[in-house]
């Protein structure tokens, strides 16, 4: 048995989260994800290069919570068959270098997959963030070797929540909103333990909208939808 075992951590397919972990597998370089809150709670921030599967259901404000990353980057970040349009003036709004984001809609699923890989090791892309649904084990570990080789990060953002298995990703989240900020709860952690929920405020999410609604009166926080104008009948 421990001639298997030894055999398997020589070829990298047994996954540990202690301190007796091989080097290899705790010096993992991370890059800052914008929240010093967050970035302690990852032991440093998101794994560069790595996987991040995030789990959530669409607009709770996953892509926010990637935004302040994405404004630090100075190679592309490529957005692929996202699940709505992508406001560029929102994007200028946060201070992001709109020329640097690119979008790509593909037709199936395969052609989604390839394009990641292209993109990641490339080395002209700094992050690919993929809306893909299901995912095999091996695709997912194509698209790590391919970001090892751009030295890039790859974010899966996938909206089934309740699907089970692991997959090989070097971080995985599970998202949720809650009132006093986005529930973050981090599944797997590559080189350590699984961590506890964290609570990350709106207030870092979105601290313009906070700081505005705060000035006004309460019954004034609330935005009123416009009614629509009826055309005078001639």
Request: net charge positive.
């Amino acid at each position: 048995m421990a001639n298997l075992i030894d055999f398997l951590q020589h070829q990298n397919l047994v996954w540990q989260g202690t301190d007796n972990a091989p080097l290899t597998q705790r010096l993992v370089e991370k890059v800052s994800t914008g929240y010093d809150v967050l970035d302690a709670h990852l032991d440093g921030g998101f794994p560069m290069p790595g996987v991040v599967d995030i789990k959530s259901h669409t607009g709770v404000g996953e892509v926010r919570l990637l935004l302040p990353y994405i404004r630090s980057q100075s190679r592309l970040c490529v957005m692929i068959n996202p699940p709505a349009c992508i406001n560029a003036h929102a994007l200028v709004h946060q201070d992001v270098m709109t020329e640097l984001v690119w979008v790509i809609s593909t037709s199936t699923c395969q052609e989604a997959l390839w394009a990641a890989e292209q993109c990641l090791k490339s080395g002209a892309c700094g992050s690919v963030l993929l809306w893909h649904r299901d995912l095999q084990v091996h695709q997912v570990k194509r698209l790590l070797l391919s970001a090892q080789t751009g030295k890039s990060l790859c974010c899966l953002l996938r909206n089934d929540v309740s699907q089970f298995g692991s997959l090989p990703v070097s971080l995985c989240l599970q998202l949720e909103p809650g009132i006093d900020g986005l529930k973050i709860k981090v599944n797997k952690l590559r080189g350590g333990w699984a961590k506890p929920q964290l609570t990350l405020p709106w207030r870092l999410l979105w601290p313009l909208v906070i700081a505005q609604t705060e000035q006004k009166a309460p019954e004034a926080q609330v935005l009123p939808f416009l009614q629509p104008q009826r055309r005078a009948s001639r």
